[in-house]
């Protein structure tokens, strides 16, 4: 269950630094991706075999809906955050012809985080995912997360790479864009789409894509940092894929 991202964008914005954008925009490419399951060598199993022990990094605990008990975690690493959630379809941005007030009911034309160009991104096109407004519980800010900040996001055996792109209620986790959820073979609808539960996302700390609409960078640069994601473990030594085998940077 979604609720109105803000506001939430205006006070978000103020909370997480901006993501300024200098350079000048670069097009979009269409949603659709080669029919491989991920998006670089970096497989979901070994993402998700390195992601299989928690250290909390929040204080507490997230909701995943409005109506549901606090379960999730955000846990870290030296290298990223993750959590494990739902996937609720965000649609905020850009009006386009699958997001917009007549789509999705809770439809806000504003994102926390802008293009290069200083429109609001387009959910329908860019992959994106939503982070909570910075808070008590957790603050992105000390631990290297902001708008632009890279992110692999995992769901049975795909990989999808996308940015945040968007602040949420700060009790509420779990929500990505209509072309994140389309990615991944997610039902993308805003009102009936999405899924409960056996989504991964791991976004990669002190990482940056400028502008933050370039996707084909935002692949480039994590397919580079998942794999040293999963090359090392908490103490800098080698990390092994799910098959057992070491990898070596």
């Known amino acids: 269950m979604r609720v109105p991202s803000l506001t939430l964008a205006a006070a978000g914005a103020a909370l997480l630094a901006p993501a300024a954008l200098p350079a000048p925009a670069t097009a979009v490419p269409p949603v659709e991706r080669p029919a491989a399951r991920d998006e670089g060598l970096v497989t979901a199993a070994d993402l998700l075999a390195r992601t299989d022990t928690c250290t909390p990094v929040s204080r507490g605990r997230y909701r995943t809906d409005a109506d549901t008990a606090a379960t999730v975690r955000v846990c870290g690493t030296r290298d990223a955050v993750f959590w494990k959630a739902d996937l609720d379809v965000d649609c905020d ?13 809770l439809f806000a034309p504003t994102t926390a985080f802008q293009q290069s160009d200083g429109r609001h991104l387009n959910a329908e096109r860019l992959p994106y995912i939503v982070v ?3 808070s008590r519980r957790w603050n992105q800010r000390a631990h290297g997360v902001r708008g632009g900040s890279v992110a692999a996001v995992v769901y049975r055996d795909r990989v999808r790479f996308a940015v945040v792109g968007d602040t949420g209620p700060r009790d509420l986790i779990g929500e990505a ?13 805003p009102r009936t789409g999405g899924v409960p539960s056996g989504v991964t996302y791991i976004v990669f700390r002190h990482s940056r894509v400028t502008p933050i609409e370039d996707y084909a960078a935002t692949v480039a640069e994590g397919r580079r940092l998942a794999g040293r994601f999963i090359t090392q473990d908490l103490t800098g030594g080698p990390w092994r894929t ?8």
């Open 93 to 105: 941005g850009r009006p386009t012809a699958r997001c917009n007030h007549r789509t999705d009911p």
């Open 242 to 249: 799910a098959s057992g085998r070491p990898m070596v940077r």
């Open 177 to 189: 864009s209509y072309a994140t959820a389309r990615s991944l073979g997610i039902p993308p609808d």
């Open 132 to 134: 909570p407004a910075p």
